[in-house]
């Protein structure tokens, strides 16, 4: 379960007295507050394994990892030189989770956008933007793919991305193998295995740099990070503020539901893929045209693909908040390189992991610490109530109850008075939302219970209920 | 005839580790828990099988009982996996977080921890940890010498041959009879279809999740231990996405025992024919298209679509699978 913003709604109604507690009910406060506290654990988890490895040069490795990104502009060019693309894949991954779908494909779409891209550029000749669309078509392209396969022959997304990373990878070197004017022997003695020198081969294609290359005295920087900004704020609006993206989101919360009520599912699965496809796609177009990357025949699967789903996770699939989840990830990536060759640069992929898997918790935590303040603040009403005041306080702080007590159900109440942007649920399985239908019913009486009606049996309620299940046997 | 011999024995050699990590996950999805860390399980398990393989080569007694040795490898590698695969059975079953993105975590984390590992026991850069050669089955453990022109039989027997593939044959039939012939499978199937059900009649949810989760990390690690020594380099930290594969034959195998090892080993079977198409004569060998393996490399994974797309319209998934099992919410 993520963070979600279905408690939107009840603690606003909660309207808690004390503004910084008001602050923490928030859930968009409390999300950071998460996503903050997730990436603290997680780094001092990292601290904790290079303790271990060699506890004499841990910490000036671990400062290494918190500065370097800020050292020097240089080295800030080129956090923001690999954020673009994470951004860009995460956004992808995101969007998808956003729909009710898991995208685990963003590397396979991220290389054939590449792919095109390079195309374009060195065998075609056309400039930088053109060759932008066309990454935005073919990384569309293969998406669409596993979409179409989803709805129309019901192939789990999941699978059909995952060979379709693999036909991706194997087509586009086959691809580069084959169209001599892409590979950089073409121009010149060397680079059999690898694709030509933009500045060589076609130096309009570079994305240009509007000067910030001088800005930042670093031939890494480019106004891809823009792009990457700019497609998040336009992934916002479509899912917050437009229907298109209500109706993609019903559909993934509810497929049925949002037949009944007209929504075309097959269509919306599709398009969903197909936009998640186009955002990768972009970002390979994005980091290939930089002037500064080659693609190298390879193998195995190029890792900006998959670093997307972190990023939409530490972000919880929220776009704005990607944003900064995709520099983040970059900005302890090029720490971690700093740290070599004393320790591996893999430490950061395992301080992100923990960071994930903390953050997979971090509601637990969230709510743990909620009741914990709910049940001091009966314990002050009960206290208040035996010295003869009437406990005023205690109708609108119900509210903050209900969202302690919510959780713990296993799913948040539903507010009823939701506004239509307003039920981006992240990323929960198809299967959880059918559950969650199920027990609709219960959730629906709870959630209609006005809120001034005392309400502190609830999670007793719930505590009895737990009981009888292991008595029964 | 020998490149069928080899064809032969080259797919079951890789079909081993797809079957075990897939059965893994099937009982890991049938209690309802989705397992997309099979990947880092396999990682891990492989991690400890190779360097306990490559500790005990230094010493005397290891290669004089190689097959015990290898056993006990197998053995590491399992344990390995099921602690491994504990920290999704805790966030997903006591802690209710999504079985994605514990997944995922866990995914990120094994390739990276492996390399950290390898470093600090290797030196650093030294990330290949080397297996012994003496852990294959040969002629010789069976009290025959090799003959110096092998038949059809002694070449595809003995080719690859390994202990992970008699005991892999052993846990496909282990695994059908555990699954449909036993209370601990019938409960174990009841909770991945409806806990609630399941819970009202006494069986202990937690549990069987655990118990699913557990077997999984146990095969997923053997299955780790095998791909490492299917690919036979040495292992680099990595399995090359054999674990997204074994979950892609799983759904193809319908969650069936049997099913999945036949989805295996038509997979392996295209994979294999790729490195051996020079050596087939009827199969067109694109000489007009350069790196013309490539093609080769792509086919498994096209022929599973060319299936999956024939077969999934009646796929059927554990209903109850991916969704936390919560008591309150009977």
Known sequence: MRKTKDNVGLNLRGGGAKAVKAFLQKPGAASVTASVLSIVIGLVFGLIVLLCLDAGRALPAFTKILVTGAAN????????????????????????????????????????????????????????????????????????????????????????????????????????????????????????????????ANPDAIIPKWGLDKLLGSNYMNIGIFFAIIAAIIIYVILQKTTFGYELKACGLNKHAARYAGIKSGRSIILSMTISGALAGLGGGIYFLSGVAEYVLTKSLLATGFNGIPVAL????NPIAVIFSGIFISYIFVGGEAMQPEFTKEIVDIISAAIIYVSALSLLVKTGLEKLAARKKREREAALETNGVEAVAAAPENGAEFIAAAPENGVPLEPTDLAPGETGRGILPDAVLKNREEAGEEEYTASRRPSGEPNIDMSAENDNTTTDGEEAL | MNVFADILSGTILFAVPLILVALGGMFSERSGIVNIALEGIMIIGALVGCLFLSAVAKGSWAPGMPQLTMFLAIL????????????????????????????????????????????????????????????????????????????????????????????????????????????????????????????????????????????????GGIGGLAF????????????????????AVMIFGNWKPLRIAGAALLFAFFKIIGPMSQNIPFLPSFSGVKSSEYIYLMLPYIVTMIVLAFTSRRSLAPKAEGIPYDKSLR
């Open chain 1, 73 to 200: 502009p240089d080295k800030f060019a080129k956090v923001l030189y690999q954020a673009a693309p994470l951004i860009m894949t995460g956004l992808a991954v995101a969007f998808a989770f956003k729909t009710g779908l898991f995208n685990i494909g963003a590397t396979g779409q991220y290389t054939v956008g590449a792919m095109f891209a390079l195309l374009a550029a060195l065998s075609w000749k056309f400039p930088w933007w053109a060759c932008l669309i066309l990454a935005i078509l073919g990384g569309a392209a293969w998406g669409a793919i596993p979409g179409l396969f989803k709805a129309l022959l019901n192939v789990n997304e999941v699978i059909t991305s995952i060979m379709f990373n693999w036909i991706g990878l194997f087509l586009v070197n086959l691809v580069i193998n084959n169209v001599p004017e892409m590979l950089g022997s073409y121009y010149g003695p060397s680079g059999a295995e690898r694709t030509a020198r933009l500045a060589v």
């Open chain 2, 76 to 219: 590491l590698a399992g344990i390995s996996g099921i602690v491994f695969s504990l920290f999704l059975a805790f966030a997903s079953v006591n802690l209710k977080a999504d079985q994605t993105i514990s997944g995922t975590s866990l995914n990120m984390l094994a390739p990276a921890l492996a390399i950290v590992v390898s470093w600090a026991i290797q030196g650093s850069g030294q990330t290949t940890i080397y297996i012994p050669t003496w852990i294959k089955i040969t002629q010789a453990d069976f009290g025959f010498a090799a003959s110096s022109a092998p038949s059809f039989f002694e070449r595809f027997a003995f080719k690859s041959f390994y202990l992970t593939t008699p005991i892999a044959i052993a846990i496909i039939v282990i695994a059908a009879v555990v699954l449909y012939k036993t209370r601990f499978g019938l409960r174990l199937r009841a909770c991945g279809e409806h806990p609630q059900a399941a819970d009202s009649v006494g069986v202990n949810v937690y549990k069987m999740r655990y118990a699913g989760v557990a077997i999984s990390g146990f095969l």
């Open chain 2, 228 to 247: 490492t020594i299917a690919v036979g380099s040495g292992f680099q930290s990595g399995v090359s996405g054999y674990g997204f594969l074994a979950l």
């Open chain 1, 314 to 317: 530490l972000g919880a699939s």
